[in-house]
């Protein structure tokens, strides 16, 4: 416990892997009915990315809750990576965050230059999104977690879901996948400093610019890829619009080493729980093995899936190659149910 490189030895499984299985959270979830409230506009029926509640005409408040234990030994870019994580899921929304408060679970042993390291990596993003990271819970746990509650504003009529995409809309992915490859490999030494140095700037970097980008735009549905993988994420958008989401193999985008380390054979801790969850609606018989490994990998602090009227994709494209923002077209919307891959 006398270093901070020792992070990643003390819990199970880091960043978004350590998600509960989605396949056994839509099961527990089933049939739950929490007491209905006239101005919730968003929460378990269907659920998102954050609830939302309605305080008048102007204004509704997003809210989200985020953590998860250490997946690089730097304590403070964990507390980057975790506070990016749950940021992201209110930039998801459409939404712009407020106020965050820490949520901490932490050895009493571990160094408290460690802890402050955390504490100030995630006030770093917190204040980069123009919040304010106004106090937290701390308690001790033998495996560190760390992240953030977080509290947004929108306009109701101005919320975005990821139920709502529609059949002749295009799909775009605003960051590369494969951090949880690229994380993994590092670890087994198969790839190098860069190939990590790529990932963790991905995984710091806000949604924020993305979603502004995107505002104008009126996009059909968003969600944010993260722990349930692009499949699985793709199968709650497609199964909750009750359309099908049509994606193009050949069009994923991939952050440096992470297929060459899925084509060494390399699948990630929560592989195996989300192809359990996309396995009854992804159709993706004849990918290739190292894409069909990127598309189950979870990823942490991901890039938007997001859905739009197709006549409108040029313009954006164009919107966000001239701010320097990353985006990729993948696919397309269908009538139909499930994932596609082609």
């Not at 993003?125 to 977080?150: F, N, Q, S």
């Not at 960051?175 to 198969?190: C, E, F, N």
């Not at 970097?205 to 104008?216: I, Q, V, Y």
């Not at 735009?217 to 699985?232: W, Y």
Request: glycine share 12%; proline share 6%.
């Amino acid at each position: 416990m006398e270093s901070a490189t020792r992070l990643t030895a003390l819990p199970t499984g880091g960043g978004c892997a350590a998600k509960y299985s989605a396949a056994r959270l839509e099961e527990l979830l089933a049939g739950f009915a929490p007491a209905g409230a006239e101005n919730l506009l968003v929460g378990l029926d269907p659920a998102d990315d954050a609830a939302v509640y309605k305080l008048d005409e102007e204004r509704a408040l997003v809210f989200t809750i985020d953590f998860f234990p250490p997946l690089l030994d730097d304590p403070a870019v964990y507390g980057a990576i975790a506070a990016t994580n749950a940021l992201n899921d209110v930039f998801a929304m459409g939404a712009r965050p407020l106020l965050a408060l820490s949520v901490a679970a932490l050895p009493e042993e571990l160094p408290l230059d460690s802890v402050r390291a955390i504490f100030e990596g995630a006030a770093e993003k917190v204040a980069e999104a123009g919040a304010v990271l106004a106090g937290g819970h701390t308690i001790r746990d033998d495996e560190p977690k760390y992240g953030l509650a977080v509290v947004g504003t929108a306009r109701p009529e101005a919320i975005w879901r990821k139920s709502t995409a529609r059949p002749g809309d295009a799909l775009f992915l605003t960051k590369p996948l494969g951090t949880g490859l690229v994380l993994t490999g590092a670890r087994k030494g198969l790839l190098g400093e860069t190939e990590l140095e790529q990932a963790i700037a991905r995984m710091t970097e806000l949604n924020d610019r993305a979603a502004e980008a995107l505002r104008g735009f009126e996009p059909s549905a968003v969600t944010d890829v993260t722990g349930f993988g692009l499949f699985g994420h793709a199968r709650e958008m497609a199964e909750r619009s009750g359309v099908r989401l049509a994606l193009d193999a050949d069009r994923l985008p991939t952050l440096p080493g992470a297929i060459e380390v899925a084509a060494e054979g390399v699948k990630t801790g929560g592989d195996g729980r989300n192809r359990e969850y996309a396995a009854g609606a992804l159709d993706a018989d004849s990918l290739p093995a190292g894409l069909e490994v990127l598309g189950f990998d979870p990823q942490t602090a991901g890039g938007l899936l997001v859905s739009l009227p197709a006549a409108k994709a040029p313009v954006v494209e164009a919107t966000f190659a001239a701010a320097g923002l990353f985006l990729a077209r993948i696919g397309r919307v269908e009538e139909g149910d499930g994932v596609l891959v082609r």
